[in-house]
């Protein structure tokens, strides 16, 4: 299953939290926002840009970090279907 809410190489942060739960952000959105929140799972998560190759994620309800990284768009939905997307 292909899915096309992005190209296929485009790149995104990906997050996941302990319970499976998966979000990715587009890189560009994430780099020119420098913070987002956004849903994942029961919670809220925090995530901030600091340098192109090092991203910090917080849940906000809780404080527990948790670490985001890159991956290309088709990667990342073939282990996440479900995944959430900001782009």
Do not use: C, H, Q
């Given at each position: 299953?292909?899915?096309?809410?992005?190209r296929s190489k485009e790149v995104v942060v990906g997050?996941?939290?302990a319970e499976g739960n998966a979000l990715a952000i587009l890189k560009s959105k994430l780099r020119e926002e420098k913070v987002?929140?956004?849903?994942?799972?029961?919670?809220?998560?925090v995530v901030s840009y600091n340098n192109p190759d090092f991203y910090k994620a917080?849940?906000?309800?809780?404080?527990?970090?948790?670490?985001?990284?890159?991956?290309m768009w088709f990667a990342w939905f073939a282990f996440y279907p479900d995944?959430?997307?900001?782009k």
């Amino acid at each position: 299953y292909e899915d096309t809410r992005l190209r296929s190489k485009e790149v995104v942060v990906g997050i996941r939290d302990a319970e499976g739960n998966a979000l990715a952000i587009l890189k560009s959105k994430l780099r020119e926002e420098k913070v987002i929140e956004a849903p994942l799972g029961d919670s809220t998560v925090v995530v901030s840009y600091n340098n192109p190759d090092f991203y910090k994620a917080r849940i906000k309800e809780t404080g527990e970090w948790i670490n985001g990284f890159d991956a290309m768009w088709f990667a990342w939905f073939a282990f996440y279907p479900d995944t959430g997307l900001i782009k």
